[in-house]
């Protein structure tokens, strides 16, 4: 069975530029969240997604989106990069809306330069 | 305060001894209670869950959450090298109804 897939593993981004981050869930998983992960802060919950609907969002600039689709999959949009974003962003999966017990992936290093 | 508390550690005991990891949190409506270890490079994994006061074993792993006193813990018997990792506190529920992470504990186990 397959596991939570991100892609891309890494990236580089110039300041100001925009980026979209890929997450595809474990089969049969219709919840995915997001998370920023850094040294300083620890895991920063970012969106959360049942069913193509964001449930919950966390305290993060308007510059950071997301959707998911209805093969639950799901995107983040993180525009007009900032030094600061350059983290790990982490997916996670569950099989339904009321099972935290997340499945994630390996993640995105996202580098701001 | 924090959300979701831990002893960044790091915590170090010798193989084969008990390790006590333990975390505290806020918001007295929480419902759900998880333990997740990260080895470093790599994601947080899920290695325990509880929902309910009490002790819940699974191996060498035991959880304890004590609802009252906000209080949750991950007990490791017979550690080995191979535990050597951060492990975090993870809380869902309450005003919130986000699952939040606590920083975490780095435990280091030495042979």
């Known amino acids: 069975k397959a596991g939570v897939t991100q892609t891309p593993r890494y990236l580089i981004k110039t300041r100001g530029q925009q980026v979209t981050l890929s997450c595809s869930p474990i089969?049969?998983?219709?919840?995915v969240s997001w998370y920023q992960q850094t040294p300083g802060q620890g895991l920063q919950f970012l969106f959360e997604y049942f069913s193509e609907t964001q449930r919950n969002k966390g305290n993060f600039p308007g510059r950071f989106s997301g959707r998911q689709f209805s093969n639950s999959r799901s995107e983040m949009n993180v525009s007009t990069l900032e030094l600061g974003d350059s983290a790990l962003y982490l997916c996670a999966s569950s099989p339904n809306r009321e099972d935290y017990g997340y499945t994630f992936g390996s993640g995105t290093r996202l580098t701001v330069v | 305060q924090k959300e979701v508390e831990q002893n960044s550690g790091p915590l170090s005991v010798p193989e084969g001894a008990i390790a006590s990891l333990n975390c505290t949190y806020s918001d007295r409506g929480s419902q759900s209670f998880f333990w997740y270890r990260q080895y470093s490079g790599k994601s947080p994994e899920l290695i325990m869950s509880?929902?309910?006061?009490g002790d819940k074993e699974d191996g060498r792993f035991t959880a304890q959450l004590n609802k009252a006193s906000q209080y949750v813990s991950l007990l490791i018997r017979d550690s080995q090298p191979s535990d050597s990792a951060t492990y975090l506190c993870a809380v869902y529920g309450g005003a919130t109804n986000k699952l939040i992470f606590g920083t975490g504990t780095l435990l280091a186990v030495q042979p």
């Open positions: 509880i929902y309910s006061n």
């Open positions: 089969s049969g998983h219709r919840s």
